[in-house]
């Protein structure tokens, strides 16, 4: 059974422990909210708000959680939110999320 998400990290600090460690469901729901607000100006709210929940889709993996950590493989964060854009979404829309 895979963990649940809310052990999953956005971001880390240095030398604290991961209870002060920013999840990635806060993190993606903030990111959301925000793009949402300013996305409404022009009529897409909905838009900015998915963009925001698929931002980061990539920090949803074993390697990225490893690189907060201290790992210092290099992760690719950003392209999975882009690829399932392009899938969920077709044609323009997706393609402006991505």
Known sequence: MPPKSSHFYAHSLPETDK???QT???HLQCVAE???TRAERFGMADAG??????HDL???SAPFQRRL???PERVDHSTAGAIV???RFK???GDLLA
């Open 58 to 60: 990539g920090k949803y």
């Open 69 to 71: 950590e201290g790992s």
């Open 19 to 21: 209870q002060a460690w």
């Open 85 to 87: 854009a392009k899938q």
């Open 34 to 36: 925000m793009a949402a």
């Open 24 to 26: 990635l469901d806060d």
């Open 91 to 93: 044609g323009g829309i």
């Open 49 to 54: 708000y998915t963009a925001g929940l698929l």
